[in-house]
Protein backbone atom coordinates (compact mmCIF):
# COMPACT_ATOMS: atom_id res chain seq x y z
CA UNK A 1 0.00 0.00 0.00
CA UNK A 2 2.97 2.35 0.59
CA UNK A 3 4.42 1.64 -3.30
CA UNK A 4 1.06 1.62 -4.65
CA UNK A 5 -1.32 4.28 -2.92
CA UNK A 6 1.55 6.25 -1.24
CA UNK A 7 0.57 5.22 2.31
CA UNK A 8 1.75 7.01 5.13
CA UNK A 9 1.05 5.29 7.87
CA UNK A 10 2.89 8.49 10.19
CA UNK A 11 0.63 8.62 13.06
CA UNK A 12 -1.07 12.50 11.99
CA UNK A 13 -2.78 11.58 8.44
CA UNK A 14 -6.16 10.78 7.93
CA UNK A 15 -5.40 7.06 5.56
CA UNK A 16 -9.35 6.00 5.17
CA UNK A 17 -10.10 7.51 2.25
CA UNK A 18 -6.84 6.17 0.59
CA UNK A 19 -7.12 2.58 2.36
CA UNK A 20 -10.75 2.76 1.07
CA UNK A 21 -9.73 3.53 -2.48
CA UNK A 22 -7.26 0.53 -2.60
CA UNK A 23 -9.66 -1.79 -1.00
CA UNK A 24 -12.21 -0.88 -3.73
CA UNK A 25 -9.53 -1.90 -6.17
CA UNK A 26 -9.72 -4.93 -5.03
CA UNK A 27 -9.30 -7.77 -8.09
CA UNK A 28 -9.02 -11.69 -8.02
CA UNK A 29 -5.55 -11.19 -8.58
CA UNK A 30 -4.91 -8.23 -6.58
CA UNK A 31 -6.12 -8.96 -3.35
CA UNK A 32 -3.36 -9.04 -1.02
CA UNK A 33 -2.71 -5.84 0.80
CA UNK A 34 0.38 -5.10 2.62
CA UNK A 35 0.01 -2.18 5.14
CA UNK A 36 3.43 -0.78 6.31
CA UNK A 37 5.04 -0.29 9.92
CA UNK A 38 3.48 2.92 11.21
CA UNK A 39 0.21 4.46 12.54
CA UNK A 40 -2.58 4.77 9.90
CA UNK A 41 -5.58 7.37 11.59
CA UNK A 42 -9.11 6.66 10.38
CA UNK A 43 -11.11 9.50 10.35
CA UNK A 44 -13.75 7.63 8.49
CA UNK A 45 -14.78 4.32 8.55
CA UNK A 46 -13.06 1.63 6.25
CA UNK A 47 -15.09 -1.01 3.88
CA UNK A 48 -13.59 -4.47 3.18
CA UNK A 49 -14.74 -6.56 1.18
CA UNK A 50 -14.95 -10.86 0.24
CA UNK A 51 -11.57 -12.61 -0.70
CA UNK A 52 -9.23 -10.14 1.01
CA UNK A 53 -5.98 -10.12 2.57
CA UNK A 54 -4.80 -7.56 4.97
CA UNK A 55 -1.28 -8.08 6.33
CA UNK A 56 0.63 -5.58 8.63
CA UNK A 57 4.42 -5.64 9.83
CA UNK A 58 3.10 -7.49 13.19
CA UNK A 59 0.52 -6.58 15.59
CA UNK A 60 2.12 -3.44 17.54
CA UNK A 61 4.18 -2.07 14.62
CA UNK A 62 1.20 -1.54 11.93
CA UNK A 63 -1.94 0.25 13.88
CA UNK A 64 -5.03 1.40 12.28
CA UNK A 65 -6.23 3.60 15.03
CA UNK A 66 -9.33 5.75 15.14
CA UNK A 67 -8.59 9.27 14.35
CA UNK A 68 -8.46 11.58 17.74
CA UNK A 69 -12.20 12.79 18.91
CA UNK A 70 -13.71 11.06 15.69
CA UNK A 71 -16.19 8.90 17.29
CA UNK A 72 -17.47 7.16 13.76
CA UNK A 73 -20.69 5.91 13.79
CA UNK A 74 -20.08 2.24 15.25
CA UNK A 75 -17.65 0.73 13.48
CA UNK A 76 -13.88 1.27 12.60
CA UNK A 77 -13.61 -1.62 9.73
CA UNK A 78 -16.34 -2.84 8.44
CA UNK A 79 -16.66 -5.87 5.97
CA UNK A 80 -20.53 -5.78 6.11
CA UNK A 81 -22.71 -9.07 5.34
CA UNK A 82 -22.06 -11.77 3.96
CA UNK A 83 -18.38 -11.31 3.57
CA UNK A 84 -16.38 -14.44 2.27
CA UNK A 85 -12.36 -15.71 2.53
CA UNK A 86 -10.81 -13.09 4.35
CA UNK A 87 -7.60 -13.09 6.07
CA UNK A 88 -6.20 -10.82 8.63
CA UNK A 89 -2.75 -10.91 9.68
CA UNK A 90 0.03 -9.03 11.75
CA UNK A 91 -2.88 -5.79 12.88
CA UNK A 92 -2.97 -3.48 15.43
CA UNK A 93 -6.71 -1.93 15.47
CA UNK A 94 -7.43 0.57 18.19
CA UNK A 95 -10.66 2.38 19.33
CA UNK A 96 -8.15 5.22 20.84
CA UNK A 97 -10.39 5.53 23.64
CA UNK A 98 -8.59 8.02 25.76
CA UNK A 99 -8.82 10.15 22.85
CA UNK A 100 -12.16 10.41 21.82
CA UNK A 101 -13.70 13.21 24.61
CA UNK A 102 -17.10 12.65 25.57
CA UNK A 103 -18.35 9.14 24.37
CA UNK A 104 -21.53 10.06 22.15
CA UNK A 105 -21.88 6.02 20.81
CA UNK A 106 -20.59 3.01 20.99
CA UNK A 107 -17.54 1.59 18.85
CA UNK A 108 -17.13 -1.99 17.11
CA UNK A 109 -13.11 -2.33 15.81
CA UNK A 110 -14.02 -4.71 13.42
CA UNK A 111 -17.14 -6.08 12.15
CA UNK A 112 -18.46 -8.95 10.13
CA UNK A 113 -22.20 -9.72 9.73
CA UNK A 114 -22.67 -13.70 8.41
CA UNK A 115 -19.08 -13.47 7.50
CA UNK A 116 -17.44 -16.96 6.06
CA UNK A 117 -14.30 -18.49 6.27
CA UNK A 118 -12.42 -15.55 8.32
CA UNK A 119 -8.80 -15.82 9.27
CA UNK A 120 -7.48 -13.44 11.86
CA UNK A 121 -4.09 -14.61 13.01
CA UNK A 122 -1.54 -12.36 15.19
CA UNK A 123 -4.02 -9.51 15.54
CA UNK A 124 -4.10 -7.16 18.59
CA UNK A 125 -7.65 -5.39 19.46
CA UNK A 126 -7.54 -2.63 22.25
CA UNK A 127 -9.15 0.14 23.60
CA UNK A 128 -12.66 0.12 22.66
CA UNK A 129 -16.11 1.22 24.59
CA UNK A 130 -19.56 1.03 25.07
CA UNK A 131 -22.54 3.32 25.78
CA UNK A 132 -25.14 3.22 27.46
CA UNK A 133 -27.45 0.24 26.73
CA UNK A 134 -24.96 -0.71 23.67
CA UNK A 135 -22.23 -3.45 24.34
CA UNK A 136 -19.21 -2.41 22.35
CA UNK A 137 -17.08 -5.02 20.92
CA UNK A 138 -13.88 -5.46 20.09
CA UNK A 139 -13.83 -8.20 17.38
CA UNK A 140 -17.67 -8.99 15.83
CA UNK A 141 -18.77 -11.98 13.98
CA UNK A 142 -22.90 -11.60 13.66
CA UNK A 143 -25.77 -13.14 12.17
CA UNK A 144 -24.84 -16.52 11.19
CA UNK A 145 -21.14 -16.09 10.63
CA UNK A 146 -19.51 -19.73 9.70
CA UNK A 147 -15.81 -21.14 9.35
CA UNK A 148 -14.31 -18.30 11.60
CA UNK A 149 -10.57 -19.10 13.08
CA UNK A 150 -9.00 -16.28 15.50
CA UNK A 151 -5.51 -17.47 16.63
CA UNK A 152 -2.48 -15.89 18.28
CA UNK A 153 -4.35 -12.37 18.76
CA UNK A 154 -4.38 -10.24 21.82
CA UNK A 155 -7.44 -8.55 22.95
CA UNK A 156 -7.73 -5.93 25.83
CA UNK A 157 -8.70 -2.71 26.95
CA UNK A 158 -12.16 -2.70 26.30
CA UNK A 159 -12.77 0.45 28.28
CA UNK A 160 -16.48 1.10 29.60
CA UNK A 161 -18.70 4.58 29.29
CA UNK A 162 -21.38 4.63 31.93
CA UNK A 163 -22.57 1.02 32.26
CA UNK A 164 -21.73 -0.60 29.54
CA UNK A 165 -18.50 -2.37 28.65
CA UNK A 166 -17.22 -4.39 25.81
CA UNK A 167 -16.99 -7.66 24.40
CA UNK A 168 -13.53 -8.72 23.34
CA UNK A 169 -15.04 -11.12 21.00
CA UNK A 170 -18.47 -11.30 19.71
CA UNK A 171 -19.86 -14.51 17.87
CA UNK A 172 -22.67 -16.00 16.59
CA UNK A 173 -23.12 -18.71 13.84
CA UNK A 174 -21.08 -22.06 14.28
CA UNK A 175 -18.00 -24.03 13.34
CA UNK A 176 -15.72 -21.14 15.68
CA UNK A 177 -12.53 -21.89 16.49
CA UNK A 178 -10.65 -19.62 19.35
CA UNK A 179 -7.10 -20.81 20.45
CA UNK A 180 -3.88 -19.38 21.77
CA UNK A 181 -5.34 -15.55 22.60
CA UNK A 182 -4.54 -13.42 25.16
CA UNK A 183 -8.08 -11.61 26.98
CA UNK A 184 -7.57 -8.88 29.85
CA UNK A 185 -9.51 -6.20 30.10
CA UNK A 186 -12.59 -7.61 28.61
CA UNK A 187 -15.58 -5.07 30.49
CA UNK A 188 -18.23 -7.22 29.58
CA UNK A 189 -17.47 -10.78 28.28
CA UNK A 190 -14.27 -12.00 26.94
CA UNK A 191 -15.77 -14.30 24.00
CA UNK A 192 -19.39 -14.53 23.66
CA UNK A 193 -20.23 -18.02 21.49
CA UNK A 194 -23.71 -17.56 20.64
CA UNK A 195 -25.26 -20.59 19.50
CA UNK A 196 -27.83 -20.35 16.54
CA UNK A 197 -29.56 -24.10 16.65
CA UNK A 198 -32.28 -24.86 18.47
CA UNK A 199 -31.08 -28.77 18.49
CA UNK A 200 -30.20 -29.51 21.83
CA UNK A 201 -27.44 -32.10 21.16
CA UNK A 202 -25.40 -29.34 19.59
CA UNK A 203 -25.81 -26.78 22.01
CA UNK A 204 -22.51 -24.54 20.56
CA UNK A 205 -22.64 -25.46 17.30
CA UNK A 206 -19.02 -26.50 16.79
CA UNK A 207 -17.42 -23.45 18.45
CA UNK A 208 -13.66 -24.61 20.05
CA UNK A 209 -12.72 -22.32 21.97
CA UNK A 210 -9.17 -23.56 23.95
CA UNK A 211 -6.35 -22.93 25.09
CA UNK A 212 -6.49 -19.12 25.76
CA UNK A 213 -5.37 -17.26 28.32
CA UNK A 214 -7.47 -14.66 30.42
CA UNK A 215 -6.72 -12.07 32.71
Known sequence: LSRDFNLLCDGTTDES?????????????????????????????????????????????????????????????????GATGVRLKGITFDGNY??????????????????????????????GYGLGASVGILLGFGSSSNRVNVTNSYFHDAGTVTTEGSDCLYFSGQELNVQHNRFSGCTDTATVCEAISTNGALPSDHCLIANNTYR
Do not use: H, M
Open 98 to 127: ANQGAIARRIVLVSFISGVDIQVDDCEFKN
Open 17 to 81: ALINTALAAFTTTYNTFRFPAGTCDLGAVVTGQSGITLIGAGAGRTILRQRANTQLNDILVNFGT
